[in-house]
């Protein structure tokens, strides 16, 4: 027989074995003993967390004959045929192949004929995210009026890429990253069964850098297995997740700890010239200084991220300075900023080393700028102020972390990013009011009535307080009276799309919608108009040479006019 990976073979194939996700399971369970199932599911999270594996188990958990307190018996028939894919009222579709409208058209059509074997169909749509536009509103028809018998579950590592319409009809469970703690245990469990030896270290290591992943554990962990002649040790994993031992690290940070700038390089370098991936250092050294800090607060061993609580982590959190620490944190996350606009990390590794190997001027200045008192609470709140700044500093990473893929570095987009509440996307409304003419909008205005005739009775609801107030040959801005109203147009991928096409087939050209709150409106036109003005300004100073004092443009005029029309006043001051 051909080799199997470990994360097939051990897929869990009972709620009980499906790690770090309890809370998820258990509601689960109860819905079957209750008969309380939804027609609709949307497991969420990232990869290897076990979204997959729960679907399938809940697939057979519902079709089960032999159902015990909401557990499969996997020893039926169906069970069986359940688990080896092979039965037909169960479909599993990947969304990343098959995203055509076709595909889901035909779910649409096969959905409606009852289960054959089974008491429920199921539906499992992996990487749900990936469907086109038009298979998501195939979708959302079936959702809407979904068929007898039949269950969808939808699964995801991107929700924010799913429409709300289609979000809004399924019970939403968010799969979370799996504890190391977790990891190792079933890795544990899977090694006894296999009665392979391992160092625990080993284990350790393969969690840590597995991220929450049960699937990438198992499949560093299979990588261990062939590398290692029966025995799964520190060293093959430490090579194979390019990881840097704790005592590495240990001593690393302790020629900081020092100010020994000398052993810092050696070390430096000693790791660099093992193979060890810059980018991994940095993140390791912030996750260790991070443990440090928590452990000299806690003395708590549950509560740590990576590090094993060995006699020299010990030493050295009796040892370390919180400053230090802090500062550590600090210049490593600005090292990992520069790092990624550069080819030279070793450079500014270097230049890392250096810094943090020197005593610490700011703070010995600080400290005796402070008149001392010799009092416990003032220390305690020292404490409390540095571990409060720290949290921040570690939120801002993970912030840093999660946008690194999707975007290049742009703090200014960030900052904006953060702010999770609806904010109008005035990028899109200055580029439709820059082309808006009184035409385009007197004709939108003339379909209007009939275009939200057009519309999907959810749709209309959404837009029966809007008005268009400006419109370009492709955009179309719209206020709303309405704020929640506004945010749910606004990101409504199928109502854009279908307002999209209707504008196509009826005027003959796609224009977008572009929501706005009404009584954000004023403000928001007055500002294009001042922009415009200011532009107009600048390009005539420079006409005519800068010539002082320019007469500003006839204001009220111009102001009245651009909040008619837009973009006439241009053409007409030309
Ligand atoms: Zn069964």
């Not at 100010?259 to 000693?270: A, I, R, S, W």
């Not at 490593?332 to 250096?354: D, G, K, P």
Request: include cysteine; charged fraction near 30%.
């Amino acid at each position: 027989m051909s080799y199997q990976a470990l994360y097939r073979v051990w897929r869990p194939q009972r709620f009980e074995d499906v790690a770090g996700q309890e809370a998820i399971t258990k509601t689960l369970k109860n819905a079957i003993s209750q008969g309380n199932t939804s027609h609709a599911y949307l497991f969420s999270g990232p990869r290897g967390t076990g979204k997959t594996s729960a679907a399938k188990i809940f697939a057979k958990a519902m079709n089960c004959p032999h159902v015990s307190e909401g557990e499969p018996c996997n020893d039926c028939a169906l069970c069986k045929s359940i688990t080896q894919g092979k039965l037909g009222d169960v479909i599993e579709i990947d969304a990343a192949s098959n995203n055509g409208v076709d595909e889901i058209r035909d779910i649409r059509e096969k959905a409606n004929y009852a289960p054959t074997e089974a008491v429920y169909k199921v539906y499992i749509i992996d990487e749900v995210h990936m469907l086109s536009m038009g298979a998501f509103n195939a979708l959302l028809k079936t959702l809407e009026e979904p068929p007898m018998n039949v269950v969808f579950i939808l699964a995801t590592t991107e929700p924010h890429k799913i429409p709300l319409t289609i979000i809004s009809r399924t019970q939403r469970f968010d799969f979370r990253r799996i504890s190391p703690q977790d990891i190792i245990r079933r890795m544990t469990y899977i090694l006894n069964e296999k009665q392979v030896d391992y160092e625990e270290d080993a284990l350790l290591a393969i969690a840590k850098a597995a991220e929450g992943g049960m699937r990438d554990a198992l499949s560093i962990l299979d990588q261990a297995l062939s590398f290692s002649d029966g025995k799964v040790t520190l060293d093959d994993t430490l090579r194979i997740t390019g990881s840097i031992t704790q005592d590495l690290l240990i001593a690393f940070i302790g020629a900081a700890m020092d100010n020994d700038t000398e052993k810092g390089l050696t070390l430096l370098h000693h790791i660099l010239q093992e193979g060890k991936d810059p980018n991994r250092l940095v993140d390791d050294t912030i996750t260790f200084c991070r443990d440090i800090l928590i452990y000299q607060k806690t003395q708590d061993e549950t509560v740590l991220k990576m590090s094993k609580v060995d006699d020299s982590f010990i030493h050295l959190s009796n040892q370390a300075q919180p400053e230090k620490i802090y500062e550590m944190i600090r210049t490593m996350n600005q090292t990992q900023q520069e790092m990624r606009l550069s080819t030279h990390a070793e450079v500014y590794l270097e230049v890392a080393t250096v810094r943090l190997t020197q005593p610490i001027a700011v703070n010995t200045e600080a400290k005796a700028s402070t008149t001392p008192i010799p009092s416990d609470n003032q220390e305690l709140n020292d404490i409390k102020h540095k571990l409060k700044q720290m949290q921040k500093l570690i939120d801002q990473l993970k912030q840093g972390e999660g946008n690194r893929t999707t975007e290049a570095v742009a703090p200014a987009k960030r900052k904006a990013k953060k702010q999770s509440s609806f904010k109008v996307n005035t990028t899109k409304v200055y580029k439709v009011l820059e082309r808006a003419t009184k035409e385009d909008l007197a004709k939108l205005k003339d379909v209007w009535p009939d275009l939200m005739d057009a519309l999907e009775t959810s749709q209309k609801a959404i837009m029966k307080s809007s008005q268009p107030v400006a419109a370009s040959p492709n955009g179309l801005v719209v206020t709303f009276e309405y704020d929640i109203l506004c945010e749910r147009a606004s990101n409504d991928t199928l109502l854009i799309e279908a307002i999209g096409d209707y504008l196509e087939k009826v005027i003959g050209h796609r224009a977008e919608l572009v929501s706005v709150p009404g009584r954000e409106w004023p403000v928001i036109r007055k500002a294009f108009i001042q922009q415009m003005k200011k532009g107009s300004q600048d390009d005539d100073e420079l006409n005519e040479n800068k010539e002082e004092e320019k007469q500003p443009v006839d204001e009220p005029v111009v102001t009245e006019a651009f909040e008619l029309f837009g973009k006439d006043i241009v053409e007409v001051r030309d």
